[in-house]
């Protein structure tokens, strides 16, 4: 079987768990050829962790022009992604990027437009729209089981973190490290589901906390209302301060509702079609789906994600998660810091540089040397 020669840049905690899975076989269209690394001090770890198999490199732009791999993975911090992927694109390399793919939004889109003018493959690892549940999700929706979408709500509160969390890591909590927070480093995962499930919003409004709860710049709760094409809706409440780290979503068709909790099951419950039109709903049936997921199943995503990266090389085979949305969903989360900062509605297609310059507004609002790391609200 003919496989990607892969290379990986940044062995940090998702690198090397993306350079081990390939070494062990967990990706079988994908052979690990090529990292790099910062540093000699680090090569030398890298070999002995990775074997001599696998070239090491300590320089990027070396690393970028060898021929030892065809295809790269950017797993390194958030600002470094655009200007890596970009030399990686014009040295004429597929990039498979970490998230977030940018962290301003027209520099996303460039990147797709040279990825596309280069005739090279360009995803982003949005993991979750390779999760077996989400994949039945869409499905179900696709099949228009619940009829015409009225409204969503999703409670997304499974990434609690603590103080300690943000105290034991260098490049996180603030602006000029991390990029943003909450919505841009852990549910932007679940922002790019909604795309993914729902389409592309028309409208945003967002009610967002920077700075409360812990000592950090950056936003740490969100409440956002989108609405859509179809008249539908949705509301999307994230935080890291929900220890239980609960998660359910609930989507309100004309003909019943489709209930998930992850990592538990999904309930559809539909009605009588012509009961509906008299006026008089009735139960038609409720169903539960059981997808089980085990204690691997987050690396079973990661895989599937390289797995279809390589797929579309080798194969042409669609790719599930694509670079461009990875922009969208950084459109997303910074749109709804600008509505939030704002206090008003945002329609879409937005215009990045009027977000941009909102973003940078935010960055000098919210900082903890000017004592706002506990403002919730602007100031005029």
């Not at 079987?1 to 990986?8: A, C, E, F, N, R």
Request: charged share 20%.
């Amino acid at each position: 079987m003919k496989k990607v020669k892969i290379g990986i840049v940044g062995l940090g905690n998702m690198g090397l768990t993306y350079a081990k899975a390939i070494l062990a076989g967990k990706v079988p269209a994908a052979s690990l050829t090529a990292v790099c690394v910062n540093g000699a001090a680090k090569v030398e770890q890298a070999i002995a962790t990775l074997g001599s198999g696998v070239q090491c490199f300590s320089d990027f732009q070396t690393f970028s022009q060898s021929d030892e791999f065809e295809a790269v993975i950017i797993a390194t911090p958030n600002q470094t992604h655009v200007a890596m992927a970009t030399v990686a694109l014009r040295a004429g390399k597929a990039v498979l990027l970490e998230k977030p793919v940018s962290l301003d939004i027209q520099e996303g889109y460039d990147l797709v437009t040279l990825a596309a003018e280069k005739k090279l493959a360009f995803a982003v690892m949005h993991h979750l729209r390779f999760n077996p549940q989400v994949q039945r999700l869409k499905t179900l929706l696709e099949q228009g089981i619940i009829g015409q979408i009225h409204r969503m709500h999703w409670d997304n509160l499974r990434y609690f973190r603590p103080q300690s969390y943000y105290n034991s890591l260098s490049w996180t909590g603030t602006w000029e490290k991390d990029g943003g927070g909450l919505l841009m480093n852990q549910a932007i995962h679940e922002l790019d589901l909604l795309n993914f499930l729902f389409g592309e919003p028309t409208a945003l409004l967002a009610y967002t906390k920077f700075g409360a709860y812990r000592d950090v710049e950056i936003d740490t709760e969100s409440t956002l209302i989108t609405t859509y094409p179809d008249g539908s809706s949705a509301t999307f409440v994230t935080s890291i301060n929900e220890p239980l780290g609960q998660e359910h979503l609930k989507i309100v068709g004309e003909l019943g509702e489709i209930n998930w909790s992850r990592d538990r099951k999904i309930t559809v419950t539909t009605l009588q079609p012509t009961s509906v039109k008299l006026g008089t709903p009735s139960l038609l049936e409720t169903q539960e789906i059981v997808i089980h997921l085990d204690e691997a199943a987050w690396l079973a995503d990661l895989t599937a994600s390289i797995e279809n990266f390589c797929q579309h090389i080798l194969a042409d085979q669609p790719l599930i998660a694509p670079g461009l949305a990875g922009v969208k969903s950084v459109e997303l989360a910074k749109t709804a810091w600008a509505s939030a900062f704002k206090q008003e509605w945002l329609s879409f297609p937005v215009k990045s540089v009027e977000i941009e310059q909102i973003y940078e507004r935010i960055k000098k609002e919210y900082k903890n040397d000017h004592h706002t790391s506990r403002r919730t609200t602007r100031s005029d």
